[in-house]
């Protein structure tokens, strides 16, 4: 267990639906974050936040939508997905963002069809 | 334009011999590198760093190694364990900031009993 928890941990959608997923840690982190790793290719960095700003977003496209209420939880809306955004999704959180040694979720497989 | 490579998608190696993972690095600004471990179904864990002031460091059974002029670094794992079967990620960094590493695309490596 790293504290960080992500939900679902598989997700199939169609290309229509919307849906969410979700991220949660209680070790007083102060930032978060979203990456993607599709087969073959490296980790990406999708959104960083820090004390619930977004600092960074890694020209990530539209249909997906960060969401941080609080320093504890982490979301990523999700709609109109292509087939090509079918990845691992993968959250994680450090205690600034210089903290090397940050966990990482477990991840959510998502599948569009 | 991968600027961290890791040439080889897997390495099977016996149990008690020593593992080399190895990762090239294109951007000659990256001054601080990492080490991840990634096991099935669960997110990538912190292993071992090393900054580009230095060219080796270790931590117990894991020792990393830098070639600035190379830009090549390794990450020997002596001896290796059936536990350390796993993908290996390299990440490399020019900044300050989580949101500057940039990651390979990992090597799973095997042990064999």
């Known amino acids: 267990e790293t504290g960080v928890t992500q939900t679902p941990r598989h997700l199939v959608m169609g290309m229509t639906n919307k849906k969410s997923l979700k991220c949660e840690q209680h070790?007083?982190?102060?930032?978060m974050y979203w990456y993607k790793q599709s087969a073959k290719k490296p980790l990406e960095l999708m959104f960083v936040?820090?004390?619930?700003?977004?600092?960074e977003n890694n020209s990530v496209p539209s249909r997906f939508s960060p969401e941080c209420p609080n320093s504890s939880h982490l979301f990523l809306h999700l709609h109109t997905l292509q087939p090509e955004d079918s990845a691992l999704y993968l959250c994680?959180?450090?205690?600034?963002?210089?903290?090397?040694?940050?966990?990482f979720g477990s991840g959510t497989r998502l599948t569009v069809v | 334009d991968q600027q961290v490579k890791q040439n080889s998608p897997s390495l099977s190696v016996q149990e008690g011999r020593i593992s080399i993972l190895n990762c090239d690095y294109t951007?000659?600004?990256?001054?601080?590198f990492l080490w991840y471990k990634k096991y099935p179904a669960e997110g990538p864990t912190f292993l071992i760093s090393?900054?580009?002031?230095?060219d080796k460091n270790e931590d117990g059974r894991f020792t990393v190694f830098l070639n600035k002029s190379a830009k090549h670094l390794s990450l020997h794992i002596v001896p290796s364990q059936p536990g350390d079967s796993a993908v290996y990620f390299c990440?490399?960094?020019?900044?300050?900031?989580?949101?500057?590493?940039?990651f390979g695309t990992g090597t799973r490596l095997t042990i064999i009993p």
């Open positions: 070790l007083g982190h102060n930032a």
């Open positions: 936040y820090n004390f619930k700003e977004q600092t």
């Open positions: 994680a959180s450090s205690q600034d963002r210089d903290d090397r040694n940050f966990p």
């Open positions: 951007n000659s600004m990256f001054d601080y």
């Open positions: 090393i900054s580009s002031i230095k």
């Open positions: 990440a490399a960094s020019d900044g300050f900031g989580n949101e500057k590493l940039t």
